[in-house]
């Protein structure tokens, strides 16, 4: 093996299966409890087969917001009750798929001055731009609106996968974030995975 094109490599034995999101090399890892992504790691097949893969970079087409999620208040608006839970619109949708909800804090004239996601919904990008939808409010409201910075990166599922037929003494010719299944005779300790 050439060290330009890999300086690391590990068995497949136990990394093939449902996508989890946790980091299968240890250098990567140092909990002790490891997964099955391998970010960007390229395959080495030992024997020919057919072998499902996810490719790097792939995400998870509907993406809950979560944690990691970084807001940007474009206009705060006005006349907005703290502590409620509020619907939104995407005024940019491209694949969001609705259920945001967030709750806001509030200064005088019910001015929005932060928001937390209480419901991540799916679909949304960063880019989006969210309207906070508040029923009730008096006429001439201006409505609050903010953009979505970052977002998390969704988790792929098994359906997103792409499969190769592959030839004994090959390396898979891209670099891959999971490996969701290998069809006997191939099996996973066909595989040796490297970085």
Known sequence: MDTGIAGKAMAATGIVGTPNGIPAWPFENQTGTYGNLL???VIW???GGI???IPAGTSKGAVPLGLNTDI???NAGTNYTANTTLTTLDTNPRRATGGLTVQVTVTAGGVVASVTVIAGGSGYQAGDIITIVEAGRPGGSVD????????DRGIPTAAESVVFEVQAGQFLPLAIDYITGVTAPFVEADLVICK
Do not use: E, P, W
């Open 39 to 41: 970010n960007s790691s």
């Open 45 to 47: 097949c030992g024997k």
């Open 51 to 53: 072998i499902n893969v």
């Open 72 to 74: 940007t208040i474009l």
């Open 144 to 151: 609050a609106t903010f953009q979505l910075k970052k977002v």
